[in-house]
């Protein structure tokens, strides 16, 4: 028996009545199927990460095309990493995912957070020892810019509704963000000015 109820085949009982309900009793048998559903749940998860990979990773690879010399590849890989976004959302959607804007925030600095305090600091520990310099840039500038993340939501969940529409810069080189005017260089990893690019 599950807080939804029990399951025979095509027979549900509901929990608090013992009420027995036909096989096209469909909101039952969904949420008794929700209720026993722990591998969809474990599906939903890897098909958001897979899908949230594949959107990133064909926007890498539209670029790529385009450097190339293949606008019309580029354009197709930008046609479906935009399909992914909504399957990923779509998914993300079914978990229960996304919440108010003040749980996000509150969700958005934990991750950020345990990025820069455990996650980034073991990667770049191993990257170094393992003698893998690309590797431990790559993570150094991400682990930097997280804690930058971090700030910028703490001082957003303090008063999201007066939080200003800014503009918003990023450096190219390691995502470094800040709001209203990029700097001369960028302060984590020196790149000059024109290599920040303004978020629309
Ligand atoms: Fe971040
Ligand atoms: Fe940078």
């Known amino acids: ?59 890498a690879f539209a670029e790529k095309a ?17 399909a992914e976004t909504i399957h990923a959302h779509k998914h993300l959607r079914v978990l229960k995912g996304i919440r108010s804007t003040r749980e996000n925030l509150e969700e958005a600095i934990a991750g950020e957070t345990h990025e820069f305090k455990s996650m980034y600091p073991q990667m770049i520990e191993d990257a170094k020892a393992e003698g893998h310099r690309q ?24 008063d999201p509704e007066n939080f200003p529409v800014k503009d918003w810069f990023i450096c190219r080189i390691c995502g470094y963000t800040i709001a209203d005017e990029p700097p001369e260089r960028c302060p984590v990893c020196g790149a000059k000015k024109q290599n920040f690019m303004k978020v629309e």
Request: aromatic share 12%; net charge positive; hydrophobic share 35%.
């Open 135 to 158: 590797a431990e840039i790559s993570f150094t500038y991400a682990n930097e810019v997280e804690k930058v993340h971090a700030g910028l939501y703490e001082e957003a969940l303090k």
């Open 1 to 59: 028996m599950t807080r939804f109820g029990s399951y025979r085949p095509n027979v549900w009982i509901k929990p608090s009545s013992g009420e027995v309900c036909s096989a096209h009793h469909d909101k039952w048998k969904i949420l008794i199927k929700e209720g026993s559903m722990s591998k969809t749940e474990k599906h939903l998860k890897e098909a958001f990460a897979g899908e949230s990979q594949a959107n990133r990773k064909y926007l």
């Open 66 to 82: 385009r450097e190339e010399g293949y606008p019309g590849v580029a354009k197709l890989f930008e046609a479906a990493a935009a």
